[in-house]
């Protein structure tokens, strides 16, 4: 079980400085209903975005918008608890300035 | 009936963006398709191009190229949390014409180097996602975007580490957890001026500087800070394998990373300008998909061409040549009016003769060897600390001999341990 006790930093800060065109009506990651929570937790800390969050009561929670469209989720969890992992579409998404 | 174009190259990267334009200057009609809103809108990089593979294709690239920096100053530290044990070496012969390598950032690059496809005749839509390749029987025949079929004689798959179209051209399968590392990076920034003073830089140089051990505290992988125009490029590096087994999560690696002692005082009164994240492909030769099938190739980092060697990073300049060799086979391919896959394996066998697959073949396993030494990450960095502290530490007790000095830490990783990893490593390299 993940202790996220000493985590200090809020990602969320990091990702409000870039530049973002969320598609709200598509997911382009969609994460199955009842995830193995050894999985979910592999995302928790490899996620760079922080998407895949525990709730203060362990619940498992994941928003795509913020999304860095890296892939790690897609490399860690492809096969066990994604239904879905694609691009946005085009032109959707993270818009680098200067990458 | 003729095909909508020669060629259709997915993906305006660096692989992407050179194929397109050495084939339109060769009168090939030629469609760069790239998802983002603009070329450079979903790609990252530490990072450094070294400049070799693209003087090949553009010799007066410096001329116009948005290159941050010239790096003249290397430097490969070991970190404990507190502690900082560095080699650095500065050299004008660094930044000489055959060895040059530039700090980047691939937003403004990679739109330069889209302009010069444009610029040559290529046909450049952004914003426009592929969502599969279209077949005729086994053949790729072109690709299919936004729900309509476009036809080319042949696809250049480059559309980057999340390579979703070679999948669906069959060449490649996912790629492994081992084989794959995440990389994060915040831009600061700071002014020119400030940058040039704290790295003892000249105007237009400066550094490049890697990190093992604390920066990913003990996992597999690193720490990365490269010295932009008027901002800094800071991340990390790390194996998603070894990585998920972490106790903080990157983000938080992160941020300690920059708070290190040595580390805080270069970034000071800087300014979040952006934070990315990307793969990386450091599996090596043994990830490389299949390159080519009917009217098909592949190139850049879909081709998983990139080596990571913790004090040579590269796959730029691998996308670079490899989209440079893709286009001039599918060019010569399109002349016999052959796009056949026994026509286009020619490119297979010109990537082996290039730097490009020798690089890779030589490399070929030094990703096992990383992955399979931890002490680089948590060991070595505190034994070469205790040395450097035993050396430099003066508090008025008499003196120790410096073979104990040296010794004293080594023996307790064990010399054994030592001289078999020198060994191995070297072997690797």
């Known amino acids: ?99 | 009936m003729a095909a909508d174009f020669d060629a259709i190259v997915v993906g305006a990267g660096c692989a992407g963006s050179v194929a397109a334009y050495v084939l339109a200057a060769k009168g090939k009609s030629v469609l760069l398709v790239e998802r983002g809103e603009d070329a450079g809108s979903k790609n990252m990089t530490g990072g450094r191009l070294y400049a070799h593979a693209l003087r090949e294709v553009l010799p007066h690239f410096e001329d116009n190229a948005p290159l941050e920096r010239k790096i003249t100053t290397e430097r490969i530290s070991l970190i404990t949390q507190d502690e900082c044990t560095t080699v650095s070496f500065a050299s004008p012969r660094l930044g000489e014409a055959a060895c040059d390598s530039y700090a980047v950032l691939r937003g403004p690059f990679d739109r330069w180097l889209a302009s010069q496809a444009e610029d040559a005749g290529a046909e450049c839509v952004f914003g426009i996602a592929v969502e599969d390749v279209l077949w005729d029987e086994d053949r790729i025949a072109g690709i299919v975007a936004g729900g309509d079929a476009l036809t080319a004689e042949v696809v250049i798959i480059a559309d980057g580490v999340n390579s979703l179209l070679t999948e669906k051209a069959k060449l490649a399968s996912r790629p492994r957890p081992h084989q794959i590392a995440v990389g994060v990076k915040e831009t600061i920034a700071l002014s020119e001026r400030v940058i040039s003073d704290r790295f003892c830089a000249a105007d237009g140089e400066g550094s490049a500087w890697l990190f093992a051990g604390a920066a990913t505290q003990g996992h597999v992988g690193g720490g990365f800070l490269y010295t932009n125009r008027d901002s800094i490029s800071i991340g990390l590096v790390a194996t998603l394998s070894d990585l998920c087994t972490s106790a903080v999560p990157i983000y938080q690696m992160m941020e300690d990373f920059k708070a290190h002692p040595s580390i805080a005082p270069l970034l000071r009164g800087g300014s979040l300008a952006e934070y990315s994240g990307h793969l990386i492909p450091e599996g090596g030769l043994a990830m490389v998909p299949e390159l080519c099938r009917d009217g098909c190739l592949v190139a850049g980092d879909a081709a998983m061409l990139c080596i990571n060697l913790g004090y040579q990073v590269r796959g730029m300049d691998y996308a670079i040549a490899s989209g440079r060799i893709a286009a001039e086979v599918a060019a010569e391919a399109l002349d016999a009016g052959d796009t056949s896959a026994n026509r286009l394996s020619a490119y297979k066998l010109k990537l082996s003769e290039s730097f490009v697959l020798k690089d890779m073949q030589a490399h070929r396993d030094f990703p096992a060897f990383m992955e399979g030494t931890p002490r680089i990450f948590k060991g070595y960095p505190e034994m070469a600390a205790d040395i450097m502290r035993g050396m430099f530490a003066v508090d008025g007790s008499p003196v120790r001999p410096m073979k104990r000095i040296a010794m004293e830490p080594v023996k307790r990783m064990g010399v054994l341990t030592l001289l078999k990893d020198v060994r191995r490593g070297m072997r690797a390299l």
């Open chain 1, 1 to 99: 079980m993940i202790d996220a006790a000493s985590w200090t930093v809020n990602v969320d800060e990091k990702l409000a400085v870039d530049k973002f065109n969320v598609d709200e009506e598509n997911a382009h990651i969609v994460v199955r209903s009842r995830p193995s929570e050894a999985e979910f937790d592999k995302l928790v800390l490899c996620c760079p975005a922080g998407l895949y969050k525990r709730t203060p009561e362990g619940e498992t929670e994941f928003d795509y918008a913020g999304c860095l469209e890296c892939g790690t989720c897609r490399i860690l969890c492809g096969d066990t608890i994604l239904e879905k992992w694609t691009f946005p579409q085009g032109g959707m998404g993270v818009s680098y300035r200067y990458g």
